[in-house]
Nanobody, 124 residues
Framework: QVQLVESGGGLVQAGGSLRLSCVAS????????MGWFRQAPGEEREFVAAISRAGENTNRAASLKGRVTISRDNAMNTVYLQMSDLKPEDTGIYYC?????????????????WGQGTQVTVSS
């Protein structure tokens, strides 16, 4: 069992940057693959990025490559999502998620634990 709490969202102008954080508690953080997903109003939740347990491998959604970076600090039980050159279409709720096993995944259904999300709003 792991609890996830996201932070760092907010209102930003187009072209700006944000760094989201997700702090985990309740279990050994380094045993989980971590992912970030987002959900725009009226849309399905979609994959943003994932990172392996030790942080050596990362995956990003093809549409976001070059604008997002995922990283983790296992000593701090935290995973980060650095986003740059933000666009209005990046607006949505950003969720942190954790899954067991070794393989990272872009599938929502693969993740066992979810945070409550943090709102990101990008104004034009």
């Amino acid at each position: 069992q792991v609890q996830l709490v996201e932070s760092g969202g907010g209102l930003v102008q187009a072209g700006g940057s944000l760094r989201l954080s997700c702090v985990a508690s309740g279990s050994t953080f380094s045993t989980f693959v971590m992912g970030w997903f987002r959900q725009a109003p009226g849309e399905e939740r979609e994959f943003v990025a994932a990172i392996s347990r030790a942080g050596e491998n990362t995956n990003r959604a093809a549409s976001l490559k070059g604008r997002v970076t995922i990283s983790r600090d296992n000593a701090m039980n935290t995973v980060y999502l650095q986003m740059s050159d933000l666009k209005p279409e990046d607006t949505g709720i950003y969720y942190c998620a954790a899954k067991g096993g070794k393989a990272a995944s872009s599938r929502v259904s693969a993740y066992d634990y979810w945070g409550q999300g943090t709102q990101v709003t990008v104004s034009s």
